[in-house]
């Protein structure tokens, strides 16, 4: 499943890495969200030439969380074994998909997939999951830090119809994230830490991605200490009362107890209190770690 939007210029290159994928059938269900450049019109081209692609276009422009989960949504979908997101203007390895499928191997139940990704850019490429591999230790920090990319992710048709069992009005979390947090709660998540099949290209213009290293500057640390005045822009605790209203008592430990914990945070002073002092939402900096704190005490989450 593509989402796309004003993505012609590296769209040719990856509909062919998809399409290319070894050992597996492969059909491309890409949605266009209003572009306004020719990408609309290159897809329906792509298209004419090779049956393998189904290419649609909104009526209006939803954004990339809503254009990707309508298409996990939609009737269409069913009948598939496995499920993966792509991105406009990556570059797919040729067993990105026999790989995954190979991990996932005969698991039973909603089972979703992620490996690491090398993003690049016209200086140099490095790991996506690097900073972030005793995180791992930690699934409860996806409820207010998403780490694994959607363009890794494959799925079972398992979870495919857990996520069509609720079909939430708005995603206050990006797509994958969601889908990472359905499986966290509902299923199960097989980690592929030790491999990448992507290459991501960083441009600038990346939904997700970014061509900053981990390290803090003075400057950073100053602008997210005045970004807490504000609450999250993502709202990890309007995710967790949405999890918690749609999946209740299914939702398995330990993320049970913390999504209800952050559901209701702002209880109390007490409560925040609380939630400030958790070791489960883990961060790779300290910055990130005191941010974390910061956010429960001032009611940010």
Same mark, same amino acid.
């Given at each position: 499943m593509m989402a796309t939007y004003n993505g012609s210029q590296y769209l040719v290159e990856q509909v062919r890495s998809i399409l290319a994928q070894q050992d597996v059938e %492969?059909? =491309?269900? %890409? &949605?266009?969200?209003?572009?306004?450049?020719?990408?609309?019109?290159?897809?329906?081209? =792509?298209?004419?030439k090779d049956p393998r692609m189904i290419v649609s276009q909104n009526q209006d422009n939803v954004g990339v969380a809503q254009n990707f989960m309508q298409m996990v949504f939609e009737p269409g979908g069913a009948g598939f074994d496995f499920y993966a997101f792509a991105d406009q203007d990556d570059i797919w390895l040729p067993n990105k998909l026999s790989h995954a499928i190979g991990m996932l191997g005969g698991a039973e139940g909603p089972t979703l997939y992620y490996s690491d990704v090398t993003n690049f850019d016209q200086n140099r490429e490095w790991s996506d999951l690097s900073p972030y591999r005793k995180i791992v230790e930690h699934?409860? !920090?996806?409820? %207010?830090?998403?780490?694994?990319?959607? &363009? !890794?992710?494959?799925?079972n048709r398992e979870l495919r119809e857990v996520l069509c069992l609720h079909k939430p009005d708005t995603f206050f979390r990006i797509h994958d994230v969601w889908v990472h947090l359905v499986a966290r709660c509902c299923g199960q998540v097989v980690e592929d830490l030790d491999h990448s099949f992507i290459r991501r290209r960083i441009t600038g213009h990346n939904v997700a991605g970014e061509l900053k290293d981990h390290h803090t500057s003075i400057a950073q640390a100053a602008s997210d200490l005045g970004n807490l005045r504000n609450e999250a822009e993502h709202a990890p605790s309007k995710v967790a009362q949405q999890l918690e209203e749609e999946f209740g008592d299914g939702i398995k430990a330990p993320f049970g107890e913390a999504v209800h914990m952050l559901a209701h945070y702002r209880a109390s002073t007490r409560t925040r209190i609380l939630a400030a002092m958790r070791f489960d939402f883990w961060q790779p900096t300290l910055r990130g770690r005191l941010t974390v704190r910061l956010c429960f005490l001032l009611g940010r989450y």
């Open positions: %492969v059909v =491309l269900r %890409v &949605c266009d969200d209003r572009s306004t450049d020719n990408t609309y019109a290159l897809l329906q081209e =792509l298209a004419d699934p409860t !920090t996806l409820l %207010v830090r998403g780490w694994a990319a959607g &363009c !890794t992710m494959v799925f």
